[in-house]
């Protein structure tokens, strides 16, 4: 293991948060490394291997998309794309009219932002602190967390203009120092100060995650989608979600959006779409979106809705719904989350624990009172689990204001995985409280 992480280091560009593993092999919803040690993928790619690992089925479907047709240009139709693409529509209960496939969940929110734009002559986009949407420009700049291209001076002016960011419905850590109900969602209604108070006349579009993943899986209190939407109307903006990790059966829903009721004028998937064994990425827009965009050839890569891409999604959409994955996400994923609350009641270091569905949240405090971000545990907490054979997501950072484990492991997770995988959590909870003598 240690040679191929010191050659890594050596002949890679170390752009990523890399853990010292070297990852060989992967079953369900277990990775191996290279020296056969076994771990519960509670990462799952960022929400993108939906399926786990060596899903027979999927690898059949692409193996027999592999000796037809692989790659064309975006120039022909093909079989595969127009399946996909009704398929798409039809899940999302024909609200949308219109899909256009991309490679990565960044691109896709390129042409989103590009579509806002172009449908309401330009005007800026208002999106969420806290909020993620990609690495590329545009991306990047709605994006509310401060990573290096937001923050380093040589590189910000990579960065377009005409982006305004505004506080998430974070109701644990409010920024109004605001409790909800009482608040009367006096975040939505700032929204609206800020704009006016602002001067800005014409605003193209609001862009959200329905959950915030990255920003520490923020959860919107009841109501607050819906009076976003209500905000959209009367500003004349377009509604756009990403739900590049919550869709295709995360929360418990093909959709979060469906949770609440609410759907937007674009939405953005990717990650899931293709159990993450292909890169693909889609764009579906309603009627009006869609009719404009036609009139553009603004926006493509070579890649872009290739077949194999597309038989992937078909064979892994074929799964999800065989398998009730969604159900089989929303029953496994109240059984973490019970657990999780009942270990609250032990150790004083959680500070939240929320979530829906298979994405969820455990937000690592100083106490409770104070609800300070203890970033220095998290960081222990998440190399412990890791050690012990859990492999979790970290969103810590003092620019964040928190400090959280995510798990979100594949949604073909059992009961009895879950239980096992919850057994150690708890073992190396238990461990961190006596070697740091943390209260109970």
Not at 130 to 147: I, L, N, P, Q
Not at 266 to 291: C, D, F, H, R, W
Not at 349 to 363: N, P, Q, S
Request: proline content about 4%; some cysteine; overall charge neutral.
């Amino acid at each position: 293991m240690q040679d191929y992480l010191i050659l890594d280091n050596q002949i890679v560009s170390q752009v990523y948060a890399r853990d010292p593993l070297v990852i060989s092999g992967g079953e369900g919803v277990f990775l191996y490394d290279i020296d056969g040690k076994k771990y519960y993928d509670f990462s799952a790619h960022y929400s993108s291997s939906s399926l786990g690992h060596n899903h027979p089925e999927l690898i059949k479907g692409i193996i027999k998309q592999l000796s037809t047709l692989v790659s064309v240009s975006v120039q022909f139709a093909t079989r595969e794309r127009v399946a996909l693409a009704k398929r798409l529509l039809l899940l999302s209960g024909e609200n949308y009219k219109k899909v256009l496939f991309g490679v990565t969940g960044s691109d896709a929110i390129e042409f989103a932002l590009k579509a806002a734009k172009y449908c309401k002559k330009g005007g800026v986009i208002v999106s969420f602190w806290r909020g993620y949407h990609g690495a590329t420009a545009g991306s990047a700049a709605a994006t509310g967390k401060a990573e290096t291209i937001q923050i380093d001076p040589s590189i910000t002016s990579l960065l377009p203009s005409g982006f305004v960011h505004v506080s998430p419905p974070y109701c644990y850590r409010c920024d109004y120092k605001k409790e909800y109900p009482s608040c009367d969602l006096f975040c939505i209604d700032f929204i609206k100060k800020r704009i006016i108070n602002d001067g800005y006349d014409n605003i193209a579009a609001i862009i959200t995650e329905p959950i915030q993943a990255a920003g520490g899986v923020i959860v919107p209190p009841p109501g607050y989608l819906k009076a976003l939407k209500k905000l959209c109307r009367e500003l004349d903006a377009l509604l756009i979600f990403d739900e590049v990790v919550t869709g295709f059966g995360r929360t418990g829903s093909f959709f979060a959006s469906q949770h609440w009721d609410v759907y937007p004028d674009i939405m953005v998937v990717g990650k899931a779409l293709t159990g993450g064994y292909i890169p693909g990425s889609a764009v579906l827009m309603t009627s009006e979106v869609g009719e404009a965009m036609d009139k553009l050839t603004l926006h493509g890569h070579t890649h872009s809705a290739y077949p194999l891409m597309c038989a992937s999604a078909l064979t892994n959409l074929d799964i999800i719904e065989n398998e009730r994955l969604p159900d089989n996400a929303k029953r496994v994923g109240n059984i973490i989350i019970k657990r999780l609350q009942k270990m609250m009641g032990k150790y004083s270091f959680i500070g939240d624990i929320r979530g829906v569905g298979l994405l969820i949240a455990i937000e690592i405090v100083q106490d409770r009172d104070s609800r300070q971000a203890d970033y220095q545990m998290a960081d222990k907490l998440y190399s412990k689990l890791r050690e012990a054979g859990i492999i979790t997501e970290l969103e810590s950072s003092p620019r964040l204001e928190s400090s959280v484990i995510v798990l979100h492991p594949p949604l073909i997770l059992s009961e009895k995985e879950a239980c096992e995988a919850l057994d150690i959590i708890e073992r190396v909870f238990n461990e961190i409280k006596g070697v740091c003598g943390v209260r109970s």
